[in-house]
């Protein structure tokens, strides 16, 4: 108790398996941007020559958006919900 900073080592830091998680996705992250980009366009092409839906197109986006987007999603619903 006489060194406060390793009392609250655990919420001052997150711990190990806090800080590999956060790695480890910004990590997979930036592998996936250049290839979600590329898909994105494939999909656009395929869409503008009528091989698929643009519903399927849709879809596609969306869930890239929630892919992507996730920790702000996760953030702002926390800051919704008070936590």
Known sequence: MLLPAWAWAQAA??????????????????????????????????????KISWWWCAAAAIGLILVFGAPQIVSWVRGMAGV
């Open 13 to 50: 830091g997150g711990g190990p398996f806090a800080t590999g998680a956060q790695s480890f996705q910004t990590n997979l992250l930036t592998i996936l941007t250049p290839i979600a980009v590329v898909a994105v366009m494939v999909l656009g092409v395929a869409a503008w020559f009528n």
